[in-house]
Each structure stands twice: as structure tokens, then as C-alpha cells.
């Protein structure tokens, strides 16, 4: 059994993973690019699993939290060493990865780092609180010539936690249920011969400008991955239109990720004049390799990477050195 002080305390534990759970089962395909976010898995397939998964063991620990159910204490045990692995994956993003988001609360509650960190060191100390406040309540002792007292009635107590269980899994159940699903992004087919293959990951591409498709699988490109939100590619587009003139520099294609209405802005505002295409959000963060956010520019032979530069707010002088001299310095990735 728990004191009465440590209830509330594990009542406050399990809403706030159910919560999270939820709000991550509202997009759970946005949940997924930010668990990508972090650079320590990229793969779409494996950052999708790892969504649903993270997803489910909150649900669990959420709702046997708000039913009291304790399984002789590893439900708290699994709780705080959740907490502890949590805060650790997000110092070590914050600190390598560039991370902004934690994505503890999906795409609705946005929380930095620092933030979340925070957060979670409060939530330890809540579940450090709940340990501590286990304890087994002695029967009492039987009075003097008399029978031994009643003990208190438990079943207002345990319909109590179970109504509590039974909301955490109806409130999981229906965000899933009104959940968004992935988005759809309308790609053209493939050119002949090419594969998805780890040897030519930009091969399957075909950028189009004004109706003429540009397949990446053959020949050399100067690959720049884009966003459409963001403020530094749409800067980035700018010289790149110029770049686009500038003799010796190969043929520019982008690849890039965006809702339509980010898309037709983008447009609007950069004009580009070079092909693009968009693609899955997943896939592209899986391109950015090494990168932890856009821009980032390739140079692409026959679908595969020949070099790379990184650099949020690239100069025309540096985009022209990197397309047209393979040994020009490159500026540091930005960790």
C-alpha cells in the first residue's frame, strides 16, 4: 500500500504519461521525426517502430500508475529508470545532435531541452517520493478483551483506481483514434534500373522544374536538401538561383520537406530555379546523414554521395568552392 501523502503523487505520475502518450498517438508519424531528430536513429522504418513503442510503454506505465498498480514496486522501478534513460538521450542530443525539440508531448507542446530536462528531474524526484512512500499497512492489533478491528473496506478505494485506469486507456484509445495519419507525399515513379539501396540512396529521385524531370541516378548533381519552413534554406535558395548560372558548377537539384500550403509558400517567396522535388519528412531526415538539420548540400554521382557540406548560412564563395573544387576546405558540422 502507499501513505496518503504518496497517492497523489502517483495519480500526478500516471496523467502526465497518459497525456504524453496521447499526444504523441495524435501523430504518431510526427512523433517519429522527432525521435529522428535526436541522430541516433534515422531509418524510417526503425524510427516509426521506436514511435509506436515509446507510445505504448508510457500508455502502460500511465494507466497501472492511475490504478495503483504496482507489481511489488517495479511499476515505480520502471518508471524512474524511464525518466533516467529519457534525460540522458536528451543531454547527449542537446550536446551532439543540435537537438531543439525533446518531443515529450508529440508536435502539440513543443519543450527544449533544458526544459524538459528540468521536467524530468522533478518527475524523478515525484517517483523517488512514491518509492519511499511504499509501505506495508500493519493489520490493526485487536483491543484489550475484545475482537480484532474491521479492516478498512477496500472496495470504494480499488473502484476508484480503477475508474482512473480505465479513463487513461479511453483517453489513449480515442487519440489514436483521431489520430493524423502520414502524410502523402505524390512522388514520380523511379527511373529504370534504379534501387533504394544503401550504396545509392539519392538514385530513386527525380527532381522537375517546369515539367522536366531531372533523375539523379546518372550523372553528377549538386544535391541541396531544403526545407520549406525553414528561414536559412529559404536564404540558401537565393544564392543558389545564383549559383545556377555560374559556369563549371554541376547541375542543382534539391530535395526537400514540407506540407503543401510550406511548399507553395516557399515558392512564392524563393522562386526557385533549379528542379525539386518533395519528399517524405522521414526519408529526407534519413538523407541528411550526418547533418542535424538543413541546409545541407551534396555533390551526387550516379545517385551516390561524393562529398558533403554542412553549413546553415552558406556563402555564394562557399557553395561555388565546394560545387567546383573537391578539395576546398569545408567548414565544421555544427553540433
Known amino acids: 500500500m502507499l501513505t496518503r501523502a504518496a497517492r497523489p503523487l502517483e495519480i500526478a505520475l500516471g496523467a502526465l504519461f497518459v497525456v504524453s502518450a496521447a499526444l504523441k498517438a495524435l501523430n504518431v508519424y510526427g512523433f517519429a521525426v522527432q525521435v529522428a531528430a535526436y541522430g541516433v536513429v534515422r531509418e524510417p522504418s526503425i524510427t516509426l517502430a521506436i514511435a509506436y513503442t515509446m507510445i505504448a510503454i508510457e500508455a502502460i506505465l500511465g494507466v497501472a500508475l492511475l490504478g495503483g498498480m504496482r507489481f511489488g514496486g517495479?511499476?515505480?522501478?520502471?518508471?524512474?529508470?524511464?525518466?533516467?534513460?529519457?534525460?540522458?538521450?536528451?543531454?547527449?542530443?542537446?550536446?551532439?545532435?543540435?537537438?531543439?525539440?525533446?518531443?515529450?508531448?508529440?508536435?502539440?507542446?513543443?519543450?527544449?531541452?533544458?526544459?524538459?530536462?528540468?521536467?524530468?528531474?522533478?518527475?524523478?524526484?515525484?517517483?523517488?517520493?512514491?518509492?519511499?512512500?511504499?509501505?506495508?499497512?500493519?493489520?490493526?492489533?485487536?483491543?484489550?478483551?475484545?475482537?480484532?478491528?474491521?479492516?478498512?473496506?477496500?472496495?470504494?478505494?480499488?473502484?476508484?483506481?480503477?475508474?482512473?485506469?480505465?479513463?487513461?486507456?479511453?483517453?489513449?484509445?480515442?487519440?489514436?483514434?483521431?489520430?493524423?495519419?502520414?502524410?502523402?507525399?505524390?512522388?514520380?515513379?523511379?527511373?529504370?534500373?534504379?534501387?533504394?539501396?544503401?550504396?545509392?540512396?539519392?538514385?530513386?529521385?527525380?527532381?522537375?522544374?517546369?515539367?522536366?524531370?531531372?533523375?539523379?541516378?546518372?550523372?553528377?548533381?549538386?544535391?541541396?536538401?531544403?526545407?520549406?519552413?525553414?528561414?536559412?534554406?529559404?536564404?540558401?535558395?537565393?544564392?543558389?538561383?545564383?549559383?545556377?548560372?555560374?559556369?563549371?558548377?554541376?547541375?542543382?537539384?534539391?530535395?526537400?520537406?514540407?506540407?503543401?500550403?510550406?511548399?507553395?509558400?516557399?515558392?512564392?517567396?524563393?522562386?526557385?530555379q533549379f528542379p525539386f522535388q518533395t519528399i517524405d519528412t522521414l526519408e529526407f531526415m534519413n538523407l541528411l546523414g550526418k547533418a542535424t538539420a538543413p541546409p545541407c548540400f551534396y555533390i551526387v554521382r550516379d545517385g551516390k554521395e561524393v562529398r558533403d557540406l554542412i553549413a546553415e548560412e552558406p556563402t555564394y564563395e562557399q557553395l561555388f568552392d565546394f560545387a567546383t573544387k573537391p578539395g576546398a576546405a569545408q567548414p565544421e558540422a555544427k553540433q
Open 74 to 272: 517495479l511499476t515505480v522501478a520502471c518508471t524512474g529508470a524511464l525518466l533516467a534513460g529519457f534525460t540522458a538521450l536528451i543531454a547527449y542530443a542537446w550536446a551532439f545532435k543540435g537537438l531543439a525539440d525533446c518531443g515529450c508531448f508529440g508536435d502539440y507542446v513543443k519543450m527544449g531541452p533544458a526544459e524538459s530536462i528540468a521536467k524530468n528531474v522533478v518527475l524523478m524526484f515525484m517517483t523517488a517520493g512514491v518509492w519511499l512512500g511504499t509501505r506495508t499497512v500493519p493489520r490493526p492489533a485487536p483491543t484489550e478483551g475484545g475482537a480484532a478491528p474491521e479492516a478498512p473496506s477496500r472496495g470504494a478505494t480499488e473502484s476508484r483506481h480503477t475508474a482512473l485506469a480505465a479513463a487513461g486507456v479511453l483517453a489513449i484509445a480515442a487519440a489514436f483514434a483521431m489520430g493524423k495519419p502520414a502524410p502523402k507525399i505524390d512522388t514520380p515513379p523511379a527511373p529504370p534500373g534504379a534501387t533504394d539501396s544503401a550504396a545509392a540512396p539519392f538514385a530513386k529521385y527525380v527532381p522537375d522544374l517546369g515539367g522536366a524531370p531531372v533523375p539523379l541516378a546518372q550523372g553528377e548533381f549538386f544535391v541541396a536538401m531544403l526545407s520549406a519552413s525553414c528561414d536559412h534554406c529559404r536564404a540558401a535558395t537565393q544564392t543558389l538561383n545564383e549559383l545556377a548560372q555560374a559556369p563549371g558548377v554541376p547541375q542543382i537539384a534539391a530535395l526537400m520537406m514540407g506540407t503543401q500550403d510550406e511548399m507553395d509558400d516557399f515558392i512564392a517567396a524563393t522562386d526557385p
